[in-house]
């Protein structure tokens, strides 16, 4: 059995990885003062809740409020919005609760903001962009040879790139270029290439 092939990293767009996390950067601040809004609440955060608060507000609120305890009426558990309306809250929480409701109400601020809590992680009350996004962004901007193939055919037009170099220091009529073309220096019989013998008149 054949050892599978390890891909290896062959460039990378630093800039463009710098560039696209940057576009995150406005998104990052909207739900960083979410959080400290949150958390001026006395309610703790952990690293994935911007999901939970964006999701249900009302429930995650109430959630952190009742250490996550029910309540039951005449035997019937109440569910967390109804338990919302009924317990004691920090000044700040409705005004909290309605803000991001509103914007979730926004349709284009929904989808190119609130849809991409689930990108952000919190650490230690700080918001920042998740591994896996990170890792996400890192592979769309970097090239990779992924195959043994890809590996061999690589090393050939090395190699190619290096001779072509090599000729162009030889004494020539004129340096191998842009504009020149293929067929000056090989025909393509039966195919394969072969060396076409005019080529001599290259060097001097």
Known sequence: MSTPFVKVLLAKNQIGIDSAIQEYETHK??????????????????????????????????????????????????????LFDLIEKPVGTNELIERIELDKQKQDFNQFTIWKANRFTITANLVSLNTE?????????SLYITTQNQQTGLN??????????EINQLEV????????????????????????????KYFK
């Open 29 to 82: 601040n909207y739900f960083q003062d979410c959080v400290n809004k949150v958390l001026a609440l006395g309610v703790t955060m952990q690293e994935n809740d911007l999901l939970l608060l964006f999701d249900n507000p009302k429930a995650y609120i109430t959630d952190k409020l009742t250490a996550g305890e029910t309540m039951q009426v005449g035997g019937l558990k109440l569910n967390k919005e109804k």
């Open 133 to 141: 996004s990170i890792e996400q962004i890192e592979k769309s901007f």
């Open 173 to 200: 009529t004129q340096k191998i270029g842009m504009n020149t073309e293929l067929q000056d220096f090989m025909s393509y019989k039966n195919n394969e290439y072969e060396v076409n013998n005019l080529a001599v």
């Open 156 to 165: 050939k037009i090395t190699e190619l790139v290096q001779l072509i170099n």
